[in-house]
């Protein structure tokens, strides 16, 4: 469904954020990227929907060019995936439910979205999106009032109202705690089991990846390090993977 | 060590020229305005006018401060490397002795005056310029042949730093002589000696600059603080006039108030809308990073400051002659005002709010007008809520103000009775406006009080 050959970006200020990368991902996949901070786990994410443009290479979703997708056919792409991301990124002045109804600006572009005013089955589907998380009740809260784990989830139902076929998430639960943590994937796996949605989650924490990934890739200073099956990261990948001196952590 | 340089891309020669010329830049004017306040202190009348200042003076004045700054710069380590955190280094890395100094400077002159005689030369035989010599000895007066000559002299030292850029190290010849360079210190000077203050060449000239500046400032504002004893009596009738004001003017006077407080709401509101809208032009967070879009936000910008750092008294006299005298010309110079002021607080709220909302609502597909309501909008409407009460408040005292060149309102009333000497009247004025301005300096504290 997703294929990336040779990705590359370099920033303007001649960081190498990207090495040549490439992946294919199937349908229905659970792909959990692992790294060090600034290996460019951030960074391909956010070249899959253009949030960043990459400086070469090719990206392929469901056969469609991504790289060179503009204006409204990129809009287009970008809603069928969802991005979630570690500081959640709600706009906290607004409410729960504008929050997650702005998942919907993909799909209605014209005045009256503008203007607030939304179709009855648009906000009807914003408090089921929320029901499915489990916050249905905190709908007219502002989303600054929530705690972290609940902004997570209507970050979640925000992306859910895009009906994406394809889930990108920055590091999800990194600003959590570990039950939090849990929770917030829970929600996503499953996700990925009952409706085939395919996801691609950067993590730091094995136990994590292992609990709920299909399958681990590994950049290092942005390269692909591995690429493989969960239970396949030992101590001697690990190492490869984070470094000589790394010792795992084990949460739980 | 290679025999033959790298050569370097246009953007590093660019910085290295830029390296080389800021520290002597800085010398040169620190040296300039000290000596400039020397020849004026010397050479002032009594009225405080620069009369005994000759131009042959000025221009000997003028060259030899600008010799004593070069010469500050690269042999003392003077304020220029500092402020732009260089220091003069030798071929070593290390600081450059004295007398590699000596001869970058020394060569400096000589390549410098060899560039420009032969850039006028050259510029000459190709008939680029046409020199009519006959003219320039005999008919030029002296002031313009000093302009002349300042030009030719100061556009010539640019050029010859530029010309850095031919080089392949972006070095010019007196550097690669001397085999000095300014280089970035950034962090390495923590780790030299630290010399007593009265050592350093920095703080002599930080001194010297400070001190010219207050002798020189004295004279020129013309200080004479007896004046405000002996002047005492003067406003004797004046005070006594405040404490009676003449309230047989308080309708005319009402009305003139209400007329200002209406002039000033009425730019305020009408300022607002477009302000907003322009605002989103000069954030640079908003506008992309495409050619056009930096355009867009360089001239939005430029916009703000200079319509801005005209004032409103000004902006009232250019509309008192465009549409006539009154109200309308004072409301117009306050709006013209407002949108260059509250356009720029605004864009730089803009500028200031969390990328991250933004980012994950442009993920969603939204279009960029959508984006902004949706993730922008929210976050900025407080700080534009309180910038607009404070504008508001600002425009009702700058009320008063274009009045007094004819911008209608209470400020021409003023105008009138302070011509006609009739100072209880004025006094009457005076009080109303500060009644109002007080009252609605705390009106609107309160209400920003409750929003933020």
Redesign the interface.
Known sequence: MLSIANLTKVYDDGTRALRDVSIDVPEGEFVILIGLSGSGKSTLLRCINRLIDPTDGRILFDGRDVCAAKGRELRVIRRQMGMIFQQFNLVSRSTVLRNVLAGRLGYESGLRSLAGLWPRTTVQRAYACLDRVGIGDKADNRAAALSGGQQQRVAIARALMQEPRLFLADEPVASLDPATSDTVMHHLGELNRSEGLTVICSLHFLSLARKYGTRVIALRDGKLQFDGKPDEIDEARFKQIYGEEAEEVEVR | MSDRPARLGLAARWARVKQTAAPVAWDVFAAEYVALGVLYALRHNRQGEPEGITLDLLAYTVLIAFELGVLASCVLDGVGPRLSRTRLLGPDGEPAPASRRLARFALWQVWATAFIAAAALALYVARLVSIPLDVWFGELSDEARAVVYGLVGSLGIALFHLSGLLYPEGRLPHETASQTRFESVQGRVAEEAVLPWYRQSVWWIAVLTIAMTYLVGWRIAEIRLGEIVTGMKDVGPLASALMRPQFGILRDCAWAMVETVYLALMATTFAVPVAIVLSFFGARNIMPQTFLGTTVYTVMRAFFTVTRSIEPIVWAVIFVVWVGLGPFAGMMALLVHSVAALGKLYSEQVESI?P??V?????????P???I???VW??V??PFVAFTLYRWDINVRMATVVGLVGGGGIGGLLVQYQGMLQWREVALIVWMITLVVWLMDITSARVRERIL
Do not use: F
């Open positions: 969390a991250g909302p980012e994950a609502v442009r993920a969603t597909g939204a279009g007008v959508h984006t309501v949706y993730a929210p976050q409407v407080p």
